[in-house]
């Protein structure tokens, strides 16, 4: 197995990109969600972290995590999720004869991309930057107008916290210049 290089700063706040195999979009699909909430909720009891925020697209997610103290091993969390959804969907929204022989030499399902983006979040100007990334993507993608109004998203628990504006992110409005 390869060997990435990758951060391992023990109790780190990171960004995460995790994306479908060949950005197919059923990941907002109500199976594929179920199956993703549930294994979320499984691999927590296991090997805890705390979601700082999360948005599902149909062929992505991009969330921020912060690990325990002392504890740096997100790769074992990513796989046990991607694993569990596999396993979960696998006949449901397998792509049929896409499967190379890379992919069928490693018995690999075509549900997911093989690897994951991550970020180490630096300060707290970086994580308002990644939140508001997030939040905004599903209007960045098309999605909609107003991040309120895509439901697979934490935005609506920021807003209900006092954390963004109501109207935060809603085109016509002014929006954070860095996204």
């Known amino acids: 197995m390869p060997n990435y290089r990758r951060d391992k ?13 060949q950005r197919r979009t059923f990941l907002c699909d109500p199976p594929v969600r179920a ?3 549930s294994a979320i909720r499984r691999v927590r009891i296991k090997y805890p972290f705390k979601i700082n925020a999360w948005v599902l697209l149909p062929d992505h997610f991009h969330c921020v995590w912060t690990l325990p103290q002392g504890d740096s091993n997100y ?5 046990l999720l991607k694993r569990a959804v596999t ?17 069928l030499k490693h018995r690999e399902a075509t549900v997911w991309q ?3 983006w991550e970020h180490l979040i630096k300060d ?3 994580l308002r930057q990644h939140l508001d990334y997030i939040h905004y993507n599903p209007v960045k993608h098309g999605h909609c107008q107003d991040p309120a109004d895509w439901p697979y998203s934490t935005v609506h628990k920021f807003i ?5 504006p109501k109207d ?9 210049t860095d996204l």
């Open 168 to 176: 935060w992110g809603r085109v016509g409005n002014s929006l954070p």
């Open 87 to 103: 396993l979960q969907c696998k006949s449901l929204v397998a792509a049929t004869g896409t499967r190379s022989a890379s992919r």
């Open 124 to 126: 707290t100007n970086d």
């Open 160 to 164: 209900a916290n006092g954390i963004y």
């Open 114 to 116: 093989r690897r994951f």
């Open 35 to 37: 199956a993703l909430t």
């Open 75 to 79: 790769s074992l969390r990513i796989s």
């Open 9 to 21: 700063t023990p109790g780190g706040t990171w960004f995460f990109t995790v994306v479908s195999y």
